[in-house]
């Protein structure tokens, strides 16, 4: 078990479908990340959110929308993905820069 | 840019021995190092961080080293067992005025104990 929950464990969806990621956790912790790794790779950062406003953005298409409601939530919402977009998508949270980063299991994502 | 290399890629060992991962960075201006293990289909769980002031950190049988200026890291697992068996990933962070709290990770070393 992880202290980063995050649901649902799997997703199937189509391209023209909407949907969300959630991430939760309790830690108290006040940086929260979003990762896409694919299979074999190592993840990478999608989006770095510091007190509830988004720090970094690494250039993910705006298919990819985050959104951080509260600090124990992170969001990421889904819309008219690719085939490509298919992975395992992490979230991960963090006390601040010297403390390590906590890892949910990741959504199992899959684009028909 | 930061580049993370992880050597080897993949390892298989025998139960019981003693084993060593490899991890170099290419800038040494870091501000921590942490070691995560992966399980197939599962998030990532951290093994060990280290302080860039800081020369090695021990948790049961892991033990991972860092030196800065040669921008590597080592992790020692001492008498490995089959339940060992995962992907090993390090991670570096570099300094917090670089890139914000960005993990720049390496590729992995799949490591297999066999019984």
């Known amino acids: 078990d992880t202290e980063v929950t995050q649901t649902p464990k799997h997703l199937v969806m189509g391209m023209t479908n909407k949907k969300s990621l959630k991430c939760e956790q309790h830690m108290g912790h006040r940086a929260m990340y979003w990762y896409k790794q694919k299979a074999k790779k190592p993840p990478e950062l999608m989006f770095v959110y510091s007190y509830e406003k988004l720090s970094i953005n690494e250039s993910v298409p705006s298919r990819f929308s985050p959104e951080c409601p509260n600090s124990s939530l992170l969001n990421l919402h889904l819309h008219a993905l690719q085939p490509e977009d298919s992975a395992l998508y992490l979230c991960a949270s963090s006390q601040g820069a010297r403390q390590p980063q906590h890892f949910g299991d990741g959504t199992r994502l899959s684009i028909l | 840019k930061q580049e993370v290399t992880q050597i080897p890629a993949a390892l298989s060992v025998p139960e019981g021995e003693n084993l060593v991962l490899n991890c170099s960075f290419t800038d040494s201006a870091i501000y921590n190092l942490q070691w995560f293990r992966q399980d197939p289909g599962k998030g990532l769980t951290s093994l060990l961080l280290i302080q860039s002031s800081q020369r090695e950190q021990t948790s049961g049988r892991l033990n991972a080293s860092l030196d800065k200026s040669s921008g590597r890291s080592t992790l020692y697992i001492a008498a490995s067992q089959p339940g060992d068996s995962a992907t090993y990933l390090c991670?570096?962070?570099?300094?917090?005025?670089?890139?914000?709290?960005?993990?720049?990770f390496g590729g992995g070393t799949r490591l297999m104990v066999k019984p």
């Open positions: 991670a570096v962070k570099d300094s917090l005025f670089n890139a914000g709290n960005m993990l720049t």
